[in-house]
């Protein structure tokens, strides 16, 4: 029904920017609301940022001021631009969509299969 396909995750060094892709595809009527969550190693799964639609942004205190998260509502696609990168940003990212699709009023929520980022000291 929906698929999220994430790119533009790899190997940087400490310092260095990616810029993480999500593209949201399938029998959508509307998107509520798109976000990045990541997952350490031994750690549980945590919201890095999350933006709705009117573009209201929320972020992880651990990421303010380095990451960036926007949406392109035509595209139904949404980026989170890293920069200043630690090694402890290292972790596997997912994108997450709250949406309705196509004749259904109701909310559901879909996760990509994720993309590894990796920050080396």
Do not use: H
């Amino acid at each position: 029904q929906v698929q999220l396909v994430e790119s533009g995750g790899g190997l940087v060094q400490a310092g260095g920017s990616l810029r993480l892709s999500c593209l949201a595809s399938g029998s959508i009527s509307s998107i509520n609301a798109m976000a990045w969550y990541r997952q350490a190693p031994g750690k549980q799964r945590e919201l890095v940022a999350n933006i709705i639609t009117g573009g209201t942004t929320t972020y992880a205190d651990s990421v303010k001021g380095r990451f960036t998260i926007s949406r392109d509502n035509a595209k139904n696609t949404v980026l989170l631009q890293m920069n200043s990168l630690k090694p402890e940003d290292t972790a596997v990212y997912y994108c997450n969509a709250r949406l309705r699709l196509l004749f259904s009023d109701r909310l559901r929520e879909f996760w990509g299969q994720g993309t590894q980022v990796t920050v080396s000291s």
